[in-house]
């Protein structure tokens, strides 16, 4: 976290986290895109990589032989 100077009104101390500024009420700066793409790869991602191993190393021989066909 940063602390930057508003582009509107020029108070210093804004956080670069913040939506808008305190003082002035300006848009500071949206999510960037990397960012968001980021956080949508870790709550998805993770879950299919974690199901994607576990069907990996899901044992073949523990099958009863009725399901072979």
């Not at 300006?26 to 299919?48: D, E, N, Q």
Request: glycine share 6%.
């Amino acid at each position: 976290m940063a602390l930057i100077s508003c582009p509107e009104c020029q108070k210093e101390g804004i956080s670069d986290q913040a939506l808008t500024c305190p003082h002035c009420g300006v848009p500071i700066a949206m999510k960037s895109p990397s960012r968001l793409v980021s956080t949508a790869l870790k709550r998805v991602g993770i879950p299919l990589l974690l199901a994607a191993l576990g069907f990996m190393l899901d044992n073949p021989s523990d099958r009863s032989e009725s399901d072979e066909i």
